[in-house]
């Protein structure tokens, strides 16, 4: 639980740091509940793994539309 803690904060320094400019997406806090850390879909990302070259897909950058899908 001290780790998902730490990772939460962590999140929330990075959004405080965060500019527009940018062209990663921000991460988001994990739940501190089990059953919602299990079904946190954020978990199986792998955006952070590989670069991506050119233009952003819309999916990755926009939350209404990883909403949708």
């Known amino acids: ?12 320094r990075l959004e405080e740091l965060y500019n ?3 062209t ?3 991460l988001t806090p994990l739940p501190t509940k089990l059953a919602e850390l299990c ?3 954020v978990l199986l990302e792998d ?3 590989t670069r991506s070259q ?6 990755l950058r926009d939350c209404d ?5």
Request: proline share 6%.
């Open 1 to 12: 639980m001290s780790t998902i803690h730490k990772f939460n904060s962590y999140c929330a």
């Open 47 to 49: 955006v952070w793994i």
């Open 54 to 59: 050119g233009e952003i897909p819309l999916w």
């Open 20 to 22: 527009l400019m940018y």
């Open 24 to 26: 990663v997406p921000l």
């Open 39 to 41: 079904n946190d879909q």
């Open 65 to 69: 539309v990883r909403s949708g899908i």
